[in-house]
């Protein structure tokens, strides 16, 4: 079982920037892959990107790649979600979900444990 929180929403201008995080509760996360996802309200959930929990291996969805980078602290059992440049579409509950595979998770991969989403709104 993985119990996922995912922090650091909030109200930003655009242009600016803002970091999110997701803190896996359990440990052995070797075989854990993790992504980020958005959803914005009457829109269908859209995959924002992911990463392998051993090595650095990352894939980005083309709406956010240059602008969202993810990366991950082992140590503290922590992935990030850094979004700079930030757009008023860019507006909605961020969710971070766990799969379990050795591959970098992609917009097809069946991500079993969510976390409970954290606002993000970016104002014009």
């Known amino acids: 079982q993985v119990q996922l929180v995912e922090s650091g929403g909030g109200l930003v201008q655009a242009g600016g920037s803002l970091k999110l995080s997701c803190t896996a509760s359990t440990r052995g996360l070797s075989t854990i892959g993790m992504g980020w996802f958005r959803q914005a309200p009457g829109k269908e959930r859209e995959f924002l990107g992911g990463?392998?929990?051993?090595?650095?291996?990352?894939n980005y969805a083309d709406s956010v790649k240059g602008r969202f980078t993810i990366s991950r602290d082992n140590a503290k059992n922590t992935m990030y979600l850094q979004m700079n440049s930030l757009k008023p579409k860019d507006t909605a509950v961020y969710y971070c979900a766990a799969a379990i595979t050795f591959l970098v998770p992609t917009r097809d991969t069946r991500f079993v444990y969510w976390g409970q989403g954290t606002q993000v709104t970016v104002s014009s």
């Open positions: 990463i392998r929990w051993s090595g650095s291996s990352t």
